[in-house]
């Protein structure tokens, strides 16, 4: 009577989706689905990170694949970005006083491309017009004027000069090297024949008169340099004041247009300073113009000379119409910072601030940048580089050399942008905890952490949405509509996929996979909408597309190469049952367990431990056996018993307590001396106490060992035990369901051992009388008989 409240009834093995609660016929019928399915909590936390302003509040979203985690979080991250301002531009322009270090400008949106634009407009109209300006005839006249006036002035000196050479018997002669001394004879110059004819003496004369003549006119010779030098700044100031007029016209624009900011109103001041201060490169460049045969390298120069005025637009949102979003699928060190690129020329690298280049901080400033936390951990520097930039809030763009402590050669230093950018980084709970744990840094910089669930409540709710969902997957994918009858069986597989009849499954990859095929099916037979049976299909397929190791073992099973009893009745022999998996595809695999028993020092060897083909886990399970044996049978007396356990023709790793249970059971039948029987397996956990606890992977487990009888028959006497606290987890085929509501097959759920024994033997387990004895004939009572002749032969043997 006891065994069977244990039953599980066939309506208890799955969970159905009722038809009539669908109130729509297929997914035409629907709106398509805004937002996401049972994930308020990560929701929660994500809304609340992309809205905090605070330093620190960047965040981690944790969850596994397919969870929905990255197209939700750039969908909510789009939507916030809407309502916020677009990010200033930002250029790179040449520092006039320091070239190594290009400044670096901010401008309202969109104004960084008309400030590029304006300024090559005026470079290129400044190339035009300052040498038509210094060939014209203004400036001709006022620089002939100039050298009038001047020739006068020298005249008048080199008269005065000529006056005092006189009285020393010379005079001045003005030639291509300058004035030079020539000695007079009879009031005219000497002619160089007559000079040749001078004696020493005459010659010795003369030089002492020179050097005389020399003394005596230093005053007047120092005049004469200052009026050259007079010259040289008037015809400076003359070329300043020509060039000034006509730079200042454009200057005086820039300024008006773009001058809001301070550094911008320095730049433009610089830039006008330094074209002044190199006026004769403009003359030159029309000069050259005007030559054909000029040399390359010497066009080169003047070519790169002119780049200093050039503008860097580094980030121009002139197309944006919000905050930035960038997912950056390969954080390479360069690929966040930046870099400066180099170029060959004549077999030398060379660069200059037109060759810096943004990275993914720099274009995602002022709005979000995505990464996946992987991608960005198996980058060199790059994850120290993100942490750098986010405490000091600036983005320093350096070589990667540099940081790997490389001798280079002397490089550009732009100067440091500021960096305002939320920071998003995907990836797993595993991963969230090794960095929160060892990374002092992570908890300061992602205060956030959003928890994507592989679940959610099975409500009427989430499967109207899940109805949403699907209908949103066919409008934008191009699929055939859904009838309502296809919608239940992917809500029911589902359930399936999360193990439990209240939950949903939010692998929501795993769903869309199953439509594609469904829809796929549906075409070949040309079918308006999908159905039923194309659902049913398409999960069929893609199981049997990954279950060929499944078949070969059933195969071995069925042909007596892997040993398994699923009828009859054995001592100490019990099948467990575990889950393998081939990566898509999970299924249970039956296992014979053999338990031998003999007088020994009391002792459970665990075969699998002894060869190192056990898990910890496993190990643990198989420990806990000798607690509750000691517990429950050696209360009065030490047990004197060696036991041996090996699960039988097993030669991988086995690993988890699911198995203890089962091998506690094999134990007792051993001791016992009772028959097991053979058709009925068993999955489930034991403590010391004999609680059988839950386990996971039922639903395979099951029907693993359901395939196994199938093959061999059905006796009706067949089945599985499974703890109680499963029942909520099963979600069954169909074929199983079947099978149990035409008695073929048969499911116990328990809670205790002695529940489990009692299905596995047919006798009671027997319990305790208030003298202490268990009842005639019961499990218990023949298990302290065996232990109580094992101790008595012991101990005359002693």
């Known amino acids: 009577m006891m065994m069977k409240n244990l039953y599980l009834r066939h309506e208890e093995l799955t969970s159905p989706c009722k038809i009539d609660t669908l109130e729509f016929e297929t997914t035409a019928d629907l709106e398509p689905l805004q937002g996401i399915i049972g994930q308020e909590r990560a929701v929660e936390a994500l809304k609340f990170g992309l809205t905090m302003k605070k330093k620190g509040y960047n965040i981690f979203i944790a969850g596994l694949s397919g969870t929905g985690r990255n197209s939700y979080t750039n969908s909510l991250a789009w939507e916030l970005a809407e309502k916020m301002e677009v990010p200033k531009d930002w250029v790179y322009v040449y520092n006039f006083k320091n070239p190594d270090n290009p400044k670096a400008l901010s401008m309202n949106p969109g104004v960084a491309a008309e400030f590029k634009k304006d300024l090559e407009c005026m470079l290129e109209q400044l190339q035009k017009e300052i040498p038509i300006v210094f060939n014209g005839t203004e400036y001709e006249s006022s620089k002939n004027n100039l050298f009038k006036e001047f020739h006068q002035k020298n005249q008048q000196?080199?008269?005065?000069?000529?006056?005092?050479?006189?009285?020393?018997?010379?005079?001045?002669?003005?030639?291509?090297?300058?004035?030079?001394?020539?000695?007079?004879?009879?009031?005219?110059?000497?002619?160089?024949?007559?000079?040749?004819?001078?004696?020493?003496?005459?010659?010795?004369?003369?030089?002492?008169?020179?050097?005389?003549?020399?003394?005596?006119?230093?005053?007047?010779?120092?005049?004469?340099?200052?009026?050259?030098?007079?010259?040289?700044?008037?015809?400076?100031?003359?070329?300043?004041?020509?060039?000034?007029?006509?730079?200042?016209?454009?200057?005086?624009?820039?300024?008006?247009?773009?001058?809001?900011?301070?550094?911008?109103?320095?730049?433009?001041?610089?830039?006008?300073?330094?074209?002044?201060?190199?006026?004769?490169?403009?003359?030159?460049?029309?000069?050259?113009?005007?030559?054909?045969?000029?040399?390359?390298k010497m066009m080169k120069t003047n070519e790169n000379f002119f780049n200093r005025y050039k503008v860097n637009l580094f980030i121009d949102h002139q197309e944006l119409q919000s905050a930035p979003i960038i997912n950056e699928t390969n954080p390479t060190f360069s690929n966040l910072l930046g870099m400066i690129e180099y170029k060959n020329e004549m077999g030398m690298l060379k660069t200059d601030f037109m060759e810096i280049k943004p990275g993914s901080l720099h274009k995602a400033n002022g709005g979000f940048l995505i990464l996946q936390v992987k991608e960005i951990l198996a980058q060199p520097y790059a994850w120290e580089t993100l942490k750098r930039t986010l405490k000091t809030g600036e983005i320093n763009i350096e070589s990667l050399n540099k940081q790997m402590?490389?001798?280079?050669?002397?490089?550009?230093?732009?100067?440091?942008?500021?960096?305002?950018?939320?920071?998003?980084?995907?990836?797993?709970?595993?991963?969230?905890?090794?960095?929160y744990n060892l990374d002092e840094d992570f908890k300061k910089m992602f205060k956030i952490m959003a928890d994507f669930d592989i679940e959610m409540k099975k409500t009427n709710d989430n499967i109207f949405k899940m109805a949403r969902f699907i209908a949103t997957h066919c409008k934008e994918e191009g699929l055939k509509d859904f009838h309502k009858t296809a919608i239940a069986r992917m809500i029911e597989y589902s359930s399936r996929l999360a193990d439990h009849q209240e939950k949903l499954s939010s692998r929501f990859n795993q769903i869309v996979?199953?439509?594609?095929?469904?829809?796929?099916?549906?075409?070949?037979e040309s079918t308006p909408i999908v159905k039923k049976e194309h659902i049913e299909k398409a999960i069929y397929q893609k199981i049997y597309r990954n279950s060929k190791y499944e078949e070969k073992l059933n195969e071995m099973f069925q042909e007596g190469t892997l040993l398994i009893d699923v009828a009859g009745e054995k001592i100490g022999q019990i099948n467990g049952l575990a889950v393998m998996g081939t990566g898509e595809h999970s299924f249970g695999k039956p296992n014979r367990i053999t338990v031998s028993t003999h007088k020994g020092r009391a002792s459970i060897i665990n075969i699998e431990r002894e060869v190192k083909k056990s898990g910890s886990l496993h190990d643990k399970g198989v420990l806990i056996l000798s607690g509750y044996l000691g517990c429950k049978y050696a209360q009065q007396q030490p047990i004197s018993l060696a036991v041996s356990i090996s699960f039988e023709q097993s030669y991988s790793v086995i690993d988890g307590d699911s198995a203890s249970s089962t091998e506690l059971y094999a134990i007792l039948s051993s001791i016992a001396e009772v028959p097991?029987?053979?058709?009925?397996?068993?999955?489930?956990?034991?403590?010391?106490?004999?609680?059988?606890?839950?386990?996971?992977?039922?639903?395979?487990?099951?029907?693993?060992?359901?395939?196994?009888c199938k093959l061999k028959g059905f006796t009706g006497d067949q089945g599985v035990i499974i703890p109680k606290q499963n029942i909520k987890n099963l979600m069954l085929k169909q074929e199983v369901i079947q099978a149990v509501k035409e008695n073929k097959f048969h499911i116990y759920a328990i809670q205790h051992v002695e529940e489990g024994i009692e299905i596995l033997t047919g006798i009671a387990a027997g319990e305790k009388d208030e003298n202490g004895e268990y009842p005639e004939g019961s499990i218990n009572d023949l298990i302290m008989k065996k232990l109580k002749n094992l101790k008595s032969e012991s101990c005359r043997a002693k």
């Open 405 to 435: 402590g490389h001798v280079i050669t002397s490089s550009l230093k732009p100067e440091a942008i500021p960096v305002e950018v939320k920071v998003i980084l995907i990836g797993d709970n595993y991963t969230y905890q090794l960095l």
């Open 676 to 708: 097991i029987k053979q058709g009925i397996a068993v999955t489930g956990s034991v403590n010391q106490k004999g609680e059988i606890q839950p386990i996971g992977g039922v639903n395979e487990k099951i029907e693993g060992f359901f395939d196994v």
């Open 513 to 524: 996979e199953i439509l594609y095929e469904a829809d796929a099916w549906a075409q070949m």
């Open 157 to 296: 000196i080199i008269q005065e000069l000529n006056e005092v050479a006189k009285e020393g018997g010379f005079t001045f002669k003005e030639t291509e090297q300058g004035l030079l001394t020539v000695p007079l004879k009879d009031g005219r110059p000497m002619t160089q024949e007559e000079y040749d004819e001078l004696s020493v003496e005459e010659m010795d004369k003369i030089r002492m008169a020179s050097n005389q003549l020399s003394y005596k006119t230093l005053d007047i010779f120092n005049r004469l340099k200052d009026l050259e030098e007079e010259l040289s700044k008037a015809i400076k100031q003359l070329d300043e004041k020509t060039g000034y007029n006509k730079i200042n016209y454009y200057i005086v624009k820039l300024l008006k247009k773009y001058g809001e900011t301070k550094k911008i109103k320095e730049y433009i001041n610089e830039l006008e300073e330094d074209v002044i201060a190199n006026l004769d490169m403009f003359k030159q460049r029309q000069e050259k113009k005007e030559i054909k045969n000029s040399m390359n």
